[in-house]
């Protein structure tokens, strides 16, 4: 079983900046892609950012030039660096990670952590 615990959301101002953190932990063998999305009332979930083993990055159009994805293998942690927020980057936000553990191939999601920014 593969648990992912998130951090670091919060109400913040037009402009600011906030970085989420998703840990995750079991018994993990190996660890594919990372990923944030999020979703907004009345809306689908929808991708922010993912990040794969390898490092490649990939980000919706909305916040290209914004936010920047990492993650560090040895914590099993990835991070999102969100800056010049906006009032529509309201949403909560949950991480997915995929892998494998000893037994299986995992695809976990964390909680969710509220982001909402002010106008």
């Known amino acids: 079983q593969v648990q992912l615990v998130e951090s670091g959301g919060g109400l913040v101002q037009a402009g600011g900046s906030l970085r989420l953190s998703c840990a995750a932990s079991?018994?993990?063998?190996?660890?594919?892609?990372m990923g944030w999305y999020r979703q907004a009332p009345g809306n689908q979930r929808e991708l922010v950012a993912t990040?794969?083993?390898?490092?490649?990055?990939n980000y919706a159009d909305s916040v290209k030039g914004r936010f920047t994805i990492s993650r560090d293998n040895i914590k099993r942690t990835v991070y999102l660096q969100m800056n010049s927020l906006k009032p529509e980057d309201t949403a909560v936000y949950s991480c997915?990670?995929?892998?494998?553990?000893?037994?299986?191939?995992?695809?976990?999601w964390g909680q969710g952590t509220q982001v909402t920014v002010s106008s």
């Open positions: 997915n990670v995929r892998g494998f553990t000893f037994r299986t191939d995992f695809d976990s």
């Open positions: 079991g018994s993990i063998s190996r660890i594919n892609a």
């Open positions: 990040i794969t083993s390898g490092g490649s990055e």
